[in-house]
T-cell receptor
């Protein structure tokens, strides 16, 4: 198993500001995934963070709005930029159980953002 | 297109059995997963099916029929701690093997 630490666990933010969420894994992983989970809805993949290259974004998500850093194999950040109330959501970091490509994911506890 | 359907909410009694259904439509099916998510917590892995049939793991079992695009999660001897959301997810090889998630079924256990 993997232990994933995310912070902040929750925050209340003002419209127009930006917030960076940090994700730390206790082991080296190739890919880290960032998800969004809006109330009562399914998990939506925002992007896949690869070490040493740019993140791969899913349809509907762009780098200017959700810049991602992946400086090493155990750490990643997701920034939610120029926030609006529609960005209020839970943001989850996850990694895949090794061996890779099994589909089993470990999740961080999530960062619950409320934008006023 | 891709679509995953599961009931929004179900209620069951402690000690009973409940079956949570999931139907899916994907172009490149490559496995189906069930996750449990307690309120305010992260999802945790429950089961994985890639071949037709039943996979049993303690009180939980998961069934898959690929020809019908159908799966169910069976929970036996329900306990109050089983109150949670249960998420069905399908891996799609035509989407770079990413998981496509259902909206989840909120299971309420009553004494």
């Amino acid at each position: 198993s993997a232990v994933i630490s995310q912070k902040p666990s929750r925050d209340i933010c003002q419209r127009g500001t930006s917030l960076t969420i940090q994700c730390q894994v206790d082991s080296q992983v190739t890919m880290m995934f960032w998800y969004r989970q809006q109330p009562g809805q399914s998990l939506t993949l925002i992007a896949t963070a690869n070490q040493g290259s740019e993140a791969t974004y899913e349809s509907g998500f762009v780098i200017d709005k959700f810049p991602i850093s992946r400086p090493n194999l155990t750490f990643s950040t997701l920034t939610v930029s120029n926030m609006s109330p529609e960005d209020s959501s839970i943001y989850l970091c996850s990694v895949e159980r090794l061996p890779a490509n099994t589909g089993e994911l470990f999740f961080g506890e999530g960062s619950r953002l409320t934008v006023l | 297109g891709q679509n995953i359907d599961q009931p929004t909410e179900m209620t069951a009694t402690e000690g009973a059995i409940v079956q949570i259904n999931c139907t899916y439509q994907t172009s490149g099916f490559n496995g189906l997963f069930w996750y449990q998510q307690h309120a305010g917590e992260a999802p945790t892995f429950l089961s994985y099916n890639v071949l037709d049939g039943l996979e049993e793991k303690g009180r939980f079992s998961s069934f898959l029929s690929r020809s019908k695009g159908y799966s169910y999660l069976l929970l036996k001897e329900l306990q109050m701690k089983d109150s949670a959301s249960y998420l069905c997810a399908v891996r799609d090889q035509d989407s770079n093997y990413q998981l496509i998630w259902g909206a989840g079924t909120k299971l309420i256990i009553k004494p």
